[in-house]
């Protein structure tokens, strides 16, 4: 099962655990400077995030059907 899942969305965990990286890095950089801009920062970064990859898994879902 785990297998069949990672062969199907592969690109997709890939880019949520690449873009959750540069999300970390960049929260990681603004935090000292200023708190609140970090946590809308990563809020509106995670949230499109999800959106894009969520989107190019359904276009790319009813592109082979």
């Known amino acids: 099962m785990w ?6 969305n592969k690109w997709g965990i890939i ?7 540069i999300l ?3 929260d990681l950089y ?3 400077q200023d708190k609140q801009l970090a946590d809308q920062v ?3 970064g995670v949230c499109s995030l ?6 190019a898994s359904w276009l ?3 592109k082979d059907m």
């Open 3 to 8: 297998r069949s899942m990672w062969r199907a």
């Open 15 to 21: 880019a949520l655990l690449f873009g959750g990286g």
């Open 24 to 26: 970390f890095g960049i």
């Open 30 to 32: 603004l935090r000292p």
């Open 42 to 44: 990563l809020a509106v």
């Open 50 to 55: 999800l959106f894009v990859v969520a989107l």
């Open 60 to 62: 790319s879902a009813h």
